[in-house]
Structures are given as structure tokens and as C-alpha cells.
């Protein structure tokens, strides 16, 4: 697979709400919320499943690898359901320090190309392992239940129900190790029929948390990405950088506000 370190990943269903039981839903990876789908392969992820967003019950999803979509289940769960799924740690190859500084600017990491230089770590050829947190809901054959934690350890839950809103915005919160974390960059990535994107950006609050307008038939993606400096040997090509991803992905419903 190409090296698609820098791109977002993202769950995408094919159908955000659906009247019967299949749920078919991609592994995307790409940039400004088009990319490639990628099949379903066991010993990419650590966790893959469904929570029902009423009960506390869940389902693992299953497949045979090459699937794609990576999700096809019929699913016992009904009404909202969140789908949850993390990535083993995969690696990246920095061979020029201009794609790791244009990497840490865009992802509000700034501050790391001065640490990087100050602590004297290689200028080019070092590695970074990264690991994704995706998560993505869905209504099946009703839209009761809310969003809420996983377990991930850095994940959004939505404090409004999207496919019951009365109002035209929608608030969330953004949590690592399951507390709130501050003043940390989101990208905002929407669409509407797969075309017109917008895309911006926000800061959490103290609380986590980030509220925003949001439109009748407009798909969102909310990304968000931590970066750590990492205690490995460069000359050993161990990682020096580690990087987590936390996706989500819903739909505003036509006629719903």
C-alpha cells in the first residue's frame, strides 16, 4: 500500500440511515474527505465493532480479508449505532524534514519543528508510528440512542443525537485516556452529495469541547490528531515521533432542522 501517512482516516457507510438490517460501511483513507477504500485485513486493527447507542450492547464485525467495504454486516442492533474501530500501529519514513514540518504545521504541531531541531534528531530518514481511532453513526430503522465512549483511547462523542437535531449546530467533545482534552486543533471536513467541500478548523475549549453550524444534507467528518515526541534510537530506525487519529463521521438529514 502507498505511504498514506499524512491523509486522514475515516469511516464511511454507504448509508448513514437505513430502514433494513445491512450495514456496508469503507475504510477510507485520503485527503479532504475523498479517498481510497481499503479492505478488510484482521491484523490492521486491534478493535473493529458496533455499539448500540440506547443499550449497552455491541457486535464485533467480522470479515474475510480483501473485503471492501471492510463492513458489510447485517446487523441485530437497531436504531443509532456507532461504529468504533482502531489500527494497529503502522510506520512512516520522514526522507526530507519539509514533510514532517508541513505535517506538524497542518495538524496545529508547530511547536515540534523547533523541539525537533533543539534535541539535534536526524533532518532526514527517521520514522514515525502512528495509530487511528475511527468512529461513525449511523440510524437503522429508527434514530433513538446518543453518542458515546468507546473505550478508544482518543475519540469525539457527539452531544446531540445528528438524525434527531432541532437546531442548526451540533456540539462535541473530544476525549484522550477518556478525559477532556484542551485546546487541541480540529479540522472540520463537509460535504453534500460528494461535492461542495468545506473545510475548517477549531480549537477545543478547557472541557474538550467545540460547537459548530451545521446544514440539511451535509456529511461531516471531525479529524483530529495528537503527536508526541517518542524515546526511540534514530540509528536503529526506531520511531522518534508517534502520532494518534480520531475521526467520526455522520450526516445531517435532509428536512431535519
Known amino acids: 500500500m502507498p505511504n498514506l501517512k499524512s491523509h486522514e482516516f475515516w469511516i464511511e457507510p454507504e448509508k448513514y440511515i437505513l430502514q433494513n438490517n445491512l450495514i456496508d460501511a469503507h475504510l477510507k483513507v485520503g485527503q479532504k474527505f475523498n479517498g481510497m477504500s481499503l479492505m478488510y485485513n484482521k491484523s490492521d486493527f486491534t478493535t473493529f465493532k458496533i455499539l448500540s447507542g440506547q443499550k449497552n450492547k455491541k457486535i464485533n464485525v467480522k470479515g474475510i480479508i480483501g473485503d471492501i467495504p471492510a463492513l458489510s454486516i447485517n446487523s441485530t442492533l437497531k436504531d443509532l ?27 496545529g504541531y508547530d511547536h515540534l519543528i523547533d523541539e525537533h531541531i533543539k534535541n539535534k534528531l536526524p533532518s532526514e530518514n527517521f520514522i514515525e508510528s502512528y495509530r487511528r481511532y475511527a468512529k461513525s453513526l449511523v440510524a437503522i430503522k429508527g434514530n433513538k440512542g446518543n453518542d458515546k465512549k468507546t473505550g478508544l483511547l482518543f475519540e469525539f462523542v457527539l452531544n446531540q443525537n445528528p438524525y434527531q437535531l432541532s437546531e442548526n449546530f451540533i456540539s462535541a467533545n473530544l476525549y484522550y485516556k477518556k478525559k477532556p482534552i484542551q485546546n487541541q486543533q480540529v479540522t472540520i471536513f463537509s460535504r453534500k452529495n460528494n461535492s461542495d467541500l468545506k473545510i475548517s478548523k477549531i480549537n477545543t475549549d478547557e472541557k474538550g469541547y467545540i460547537e459548530f453550524i ?35 463521521t455522520f450526516i445531517i438529514p435532509k428536512s431535519s432542522l
Not at 468504533?84 to 505535517?103: G, P, Q, R, W
Open 214 to 248: 451545521v446544514e440539511e444534507g451535509r456529511e461531516y467528518l471531525l479529524d483530529s490528531v495528537i503527536i508526541f515526541s517518542k524515546d526511540g534510537n534514530p540509528k536503529k530506525r526506531e520511531p522518534i515521533w508517534h502520532s494518534i487519529w480520531a475521526s467520526t
Open 81 to 107: 449505532l456507532i461504529i468504533y474501530h482502531e489500527t494497529t500501529d503502522k510506520f512512516v519514513n520522514y526522507k526530507k524534514f519539509a514533510k514532517f514540518e508541513k505535517f506538524v504545521s497542518e495538524k
